[in-house]
């Protein structure tokens, strides 16, 4: 559906900013609020917190992470689902929300209004409330950008501290997001609180430019990983996308961006079989442990196969602008 | 100075993700933070609040709030300023930012290293660190939201309680900021934090779409404004304005946009002279008092001029898009 009407009775720019606003709240429903905690003052006040809290901001344009072929409530549901799995890869439960929208004048503003009901249902679902936003015109680009507050009961999980001998592990299956499940994927804010109160977790990431690129993230300095290509676990997309792309379909799993799957690593006293069992008795999500981390032995790459053999370069991680 | 080059070196996409975010961080300078609280993890961590917290989002948008003649420094500045200006309305205290991008490929680089740094010096005169960001691609328009959370010592001020014969308020003067006040404006956080401890302050919000539109939201439900006109601080720019607009200078202070002061009511037992004096003895920012609180007698407007005339429609407050 595309956002866009020339039929200007059916856009935004009919009606004026407290009316637009109006709307938002009711389309928002029990999953917005309103003042003192929330929308319909100059800030939103919330609640004192005894725990350190959490604080992540992602965007959603346009032609870059939706298109006219996305249905606008899974573009509004993907908006805040890019910001809970930032949240899940600290450990963090989901807390308030507020969204500032860019506008073009053409919008729809049925558009818009099924993109605030998707995110208002995803809201609900993991227990999120939008407090508070900022609406302002475009000249041209229809942009999102949502900031979430997370809130954690044990020490966040970070990138970086991970130790040689770790095993590498991720939840899920990768690549070949783009047939679909980069708008329906599960944040994994339930498998991210419950590593964070595991001991032994040393580091985790979420994967979103994909596990070649990702994984020099969550390495330390002068660490690389040793991957066993087999234990990749490539998704049925990937196989599918790899029948026309001319690429393996464990290239796409390596490189493709947007799979948004948990990327970890447990210290090497953690029994690989009992936490694998007890990670099953937990949840459905598929869990695979794909290598472990050793003293880089060269400049070159941070990935090494088990043969010995370098990441070969060619097939590197497509850089796109995300987080900072 | 134009924020677009049309050499290809000079612009952002020359650098890759990566890159961009360092020089980022290095632009920020003190007024970054790094992981675990601050840039370079899926979140930014931070500490506990064991008070009510503040949370509000605003945007800027090149073409609406800023144009080729703004200084880049002063637009980064002003990006930060205009959420200053909201927490400064509810009596709070500016805490940790993150800051979402939307940068189209011909953005110079020079130019987004003056906005950084614009907006850096601004967030360490006011004792901000900038925790994290999101940079995207945009596909045209250049724009960017900032999410700033606060923390009040005193319960915040809000819109909305006001009652019958509470006396108004406004901080500093107003009118033609265009002339270069919506830049150069100073957000009234002592003031607000200030007002916030005292007893009698019973409403407060900034004036950031003019004092005609936006006194309509301050007062409750079947209240209207008495104004003094002699009493409302007009100011040179607006006397400025008035000699080639055509309108009163009064018009001006009335209905133009972005004055980012304050406006406040006191309840009926505050001695206005006994609080003026308290006010003069703490800050140098004019005060005025332009009138009080009465019930409304007409449906028509929420505004009276002291002379028993209501307030004339076809003065009203450029409704532009803004915050929810």
Request: glycine share 10%; charged share 20%; with cysteine.
């Amino acid at each position: 559906m595309t956002p866009f009407s020339s039929n200007l009775e059916a856009c935004i720019d009919t009606l004026g900013e407290r009316e637009l606003i109006r709307n938002i709240a009711s389309w928002l429903g029990e999953s917005g609020q309103s003042s003192p905690s929330g929308i319909g003052d100059d800030t939103a006040v919330i609640p004192p917190s005894t725990r350190a809290q959490l604080i992540t901001v992602d965007s959603l344009v346009y032609g870059r992470h939706f298109d006219d072929d996305t249905a606008p409530e899974a573009a509004g549901a993907k908006l805040l689902k890019r910001n809970l799995s930032d949240l899940a890869a600290m450990g963090g439960r989901p807390g308030s929300a507020v969204i500032a929208c860019f506008l073009p004048p053409n919008l729809s503003l049925a558009w818009l209004e099924s993109f605030y009901r998707g995110l208002a249902k995803c809201a609900l679902t993991f227990n999120t409330r939008v407090v508070g936003g900022d609406i302002s015109s475009s000249n041209n680009d229809l942009a999102f950008s949502l900031t979430l507050l997370g809130q954690v009961q044990n020490p966040p999980l970070t990138r970086k501290s991970t130790h040689i001998n770790d095993t590498l592990w991720v939840s899920g299956s990768l690549g070949g997001s783009l047939l679909g499940k980069h708008l329906n994927f599960t944040p994994r804010i339930g498998e991210g609180g419950w590593l964070a109160g595991r001991s032994g977790v040393s580091a985790c990431m979420d994967i979103s430019d994909g596990l070649a690129t990702d994984i020099d993230h969550l390495l330390a300095s002068g660490q690389e990983a040793l991957l066993e290509p087999n234990s990749i676990p490539v998704s049925s997309a990937a196989h599918e996308l790899s029948k026309t792309s001319g690429k393996d379909a464990l290239c796409h799993a390596m490189v493709d961006g947007e799979d948004f799957e948990l990327l970890f690593t447990l210290t090497e006293d953690v029994d690989p079989v009992a936490f694998s069992s007890a990670w099953k008795d937990a949840f459905d999500t598929p869990l695979s442990c794909i290598g472990r981390i050793q003293l880089s032995s060269t400049s070159n790459s941070h990935i090494r196969w088990a043969d010995g053999s370098p990441w070969d370069k060619t097939w590197h991680g497509y850089e796109h602008l995300g987080n900072t």
